[in-house]
């Protein structure tokens, strides 16, 4: 894969620096916590409307920030948000929204495996509900940004997506990776209208791994996240780095590969054949049509 014919590797993007969001209309769905909310405030700060998708509102009354409330581990309340969603008025469309397996499988009232549906059912529901009108009114072609880990070879299992079959909680987190990764190469084609990628952010010190670490208040949280912000960026200090290459000029054209923690482009996964992507699609459509029709 290539930009204009010159890899990936060596592609150089220019970061929309100094960031001016004025003009910019975005929505983060997961925009009110970790690293959706960091990005969430430095586009408001920067004059960019936003609206903020998730559950708890933090930040009422910051200026140039709206707030749409749903929790994504429903997938009524996705087909909803995609309803309320003002898709066809967005510049861009950012997905963070997820969380991590807990050790024992927990299941929402629809019948998914909790983490498969927060971290990417409702984004797949979604996206496909909003993709072909998304960015209608606007002058140029609309992004979407789905924050995962890809890049990474992991091939997941779309034959056991809900993990029915069996359930082991780090494999089953790594079946959202993987799909993940796979709602993107097939979005960037699926969408021709947009311009579609998908971001790796490595560890950030956030608060997703509370329901592994036995909550956000335990001592096992607090350590671990404390020693990983010895060694990585906080929230803040990643989403002032990756904003301003979001919106460079030389993604208006491309689609369908990804950017590492660094905001630099990255080839998909060498797993991620046009097979093994299809798989995914036919399960992902199986699985929303089984939580939807209840």
Do not use: C
Request: proline share 6%.
């Amino acid at each position: 894969m290539a930009m204009n014919g010159v890899p990936l590797s060596r592609v150089r993007l220019t970061p929309r620096t100094p960031f001016d969001g004025a003009g910019l209309r975005v929505a983060v769905i997961g925009g009110t916590g970790g690293i959706g909310r960091a990005i969430s405030l430095f586009l408001a700060k920067h004059g960019a409307q936003v609206t903020v998708i998730g559950r708890t509102f933090r930040d009422a009354g910051v200026p140039n920030l709206s707030f749409l409330a749903a929790d994504l581990e429903s997938m009524d309340a996705a087909q909803r948000l995609a309803q309320s969603l003002p898709a066809e008025d967005l510049d861009a469309l950012i997905f963070t929204n997820g969380i991590i397996t807990a050790p024992t499988r927990e299941l929402t009232a629809e019948g998914i495996e909790r983490d498969m549906a927060v971290s990417y059912l409702s984004r797949f529901g979604v996206l496909r509900a909003v993709g072909d009108r998304l960015g209608a009114n606007r002058p140029r072609r609309a992004r979407v940004f789905l924050m995962g880990f890809p890049g990474t070879d992991e091939k997941g299992r779309p034959d056991d997506l809900n993990a029915d079959a069996e359930y082991k909680q780090f494999p089953q987190h790594l079946n959202t990776v993987a799909a993940n990764e796979a709602l993107v190469l097939d979005a960037a084609k699926r969408f021709p209208n947009l311009s579609v990628f998908g971001i790796n952010p490595g560890l950030i010190k956030t608060d997703i791994r509370a329901n592994v670490l036995g909550g956000n208040q335990s001592v096992r949280f607090k350590v671990f996240e404390t020693v990983l912000g010895w060694f990585t960026p906080s929230a803040d200090a990643f989403a002032a780095h990756l904003v301003p290459v979001l919106f460079a000029p030389e993604l208006e054209r491309e689609s369908g590969f990804h950017l590492n923690k660094h905001a630099a482009p990255i080839q998909p996964s060498t797993v991620m054949t046009l097979d093994h992507v299809t798989a995914f699609m036919a399960a992902s459509d199986a699985l929303w049509a089984r939580a939807t029709r209840r």
